[in-house]
């Protein structure tokens, strides 16, 4: 899917996405990798209503995919904008249960990607709602990724994270309008790197027991699903 999607050289990392844009010359694309919710909370064994009660392949894979790729692009000081899922007790999100409280924990990296707190060239957003997009709209009415994507003269950005069916979805769906009505100069393309995307599962036998909405994990997670005509979460 990445290889379709975005031309690749192979270097010493394993790729080159494109040409390098920004400083780098060479006239290509440049492309910013936008990581969403890799969080505890969602993905920490134990670490909450919406975390993984267990060993989780996929999940797993999404963190591992998303920690090569933050590497690669940390090493080649290309943009990256990480949304953090954080929210105040006092303002629940039905219709989920608690999670990602502010302080918990929950709210911050996974142990593997929280070097990237010291990066200069990663912008972290924390946002309280599902949609990424929304979520980086500021009081003053100026929207956080939008400003990244100008300043950094983001034309393509990669999205990869949890959960592909809810926080993805939305943040892409959003984006790719935003795009279309000019609103985020000079994005261009949005890519979803399938491999680099999970999502929670909380079987019918324990939603019920909490008293949440069912999600279990097989349900179709693939770009192609995500601008498919169905739109369940
Ligand atoms: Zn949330």
Known sequence: ?????????????????MAEGGGGGGGGKVVGLV???????????????????????????????SVWLSKVFCKKKWPIFALLDTHHPDKPEPP???HCIVGSGEDNFVPALQWLEEESN?????????????????????????????????????????????CVLDFVSTTLSARNTGLVPPLEDVVVYSKGCATFDLPLHVAKSIGALAHPQGIPTSPGTLHGKGKRS
Do not use: H
Not at 49 to 62: F, R, S, W, Y
Not at 125 to 153: H, L, Q, Y
């Open 1 to 17: 899917m990445l290889k379709r999607e975005i031309p690749f050289e192979d270097d010493e990392d394993g790729f080159i996405l």
């Open 35 to 65: 990581l969403v919710d890799i969080v505890n909370g969602f993905c920490t064994i134990g670490a909450g209503n919406l975390a993984p009660v267990g060993p989780n392949k996929q999940i797993n894979t999404m963190v591992e995919e």
């Open 122 to 166: 990663v912008t972290i957003k924390r946002k309280d709602c599902i949609d990424g997009f929304i979520g980086s709209m500021e009081k003053d009415g100026s929207n956080g990724f939008a400003d990244w994507v100008k300043a950094n003269g983001v034309n393509v950005v990669l999205v990869v994270g949890i959960c592909t069916d809810i």
């Open 96 to 98: 989920y249960p608690p």
